[in-house]
């Protein structure tokens, strides 16, 4: 059966490295490339006033699904007087929303889990999807876990393939352990080369903030997206991995 190719890329609100010009066209030409059946994008700008006055591309997620021929789903997280941003899952594949869920545990950061489902093309069972975005502090993410890991045992059957994947900012490695030991995950990149791959900061890369999780599914490949042209565009490379449904 068929693999599917999944991406997960923090947009940075679609502007450069140091956030001081807009990459989005850009983006979408190198997304274009990469050829993934499903993207898992977060900081996607759903709306912001002066720079759509400015520059084509908002709202963001429907400006990448058009380009890239897929369907989009967006969960909105953070408000402002000008706009707001979010997570978004693109797929190639026939989608449906689930829920937004809100991952806010301190009103400094307003987080959240978009989840959808898709179905592979030949596959014969759905895919659950899930895009997150953690907070900066190892404190405030080990509650997020908390209510990650009780969202998914209410609503996620155990025998329905799963993909979590995003911006963990996981400064101490602590995410493997919670949601292997209590939801049976295990991170694609680790689970092949043995370490985590290192995505941000995108030109030097030393921590490896974004991940790929999955149960329920085989990682056949799965590589941090190095190099021209990422470096020159968002802050955070993206992570790329082929998936296939585990042999009978």
């Known amino acids: 059966m068929k693999s599917i190719s999944v991406v997960t890329y923090n947009l940075h609100k679609g502007m450069s490295p140091l956030g001081g010009r807009v990459r989005l066209p850009q983006m979408a030409a190198a997304l274009q490339q990469q050829g993934a059946d499903v993207l898992f994008l977060q900081e996607v700008q759903g709306r912001h006033d002066r720079r759509a006055a400015r520059h084509e591309g908002w709202p963001q997620h429907s400006y990448l699904a058009q380009a890239l021929a897929h369907e989009a789903c967006y969960g909105m997280n953070a408000r402002y007087d000008h706009g707001h941003h979010g997570n978004a899952v693109l797929s190639r594949f026939p989608q449906q929303l689930a829920a937004n869920h809100d991952l806010t545990v301190s009103r400094l950061e307003q987080r959240g889990l978009l989840h959808t489902i898709i179905q592979p093309a030949g596959w014969p069972v759905p ?71 290192r995505s941000f900061p995108a030109r030097w890369p030393l921590l490896a903030l974004d991940r790929i999780y999955v149960r329920g599914l085989a990682v056949e490949q799965v590589a941090v997206c190095h190099g021209q042209p990422w470096s020159a565009l968002s802050d955070h490379l993206p992570v790329r991995a082929s998936l296939r449904l585990p042999a009978c």
Request: aromatic share 8%.
């Open 127 to 197: 895919v659950a999807c899930l895009c997150g975005h953690f907070n900066l502090l190892a404190h405030d993410r080990r509650r997020q876990y908390r209510v990650l890991l009780d969202y998914l045992a209410r609503h996620v059957p155990p025998a329905m393939p799963l993909i979590l994947a995003g911006d963990f900012n996981d400064w101490r490695r602590e995410a493997d352990r919670h949601l292997l030991q209590e939801a049976g995950l295990y991170e694609a990149h680790a689970s092949v080369h043995g370490h985590h791959g």
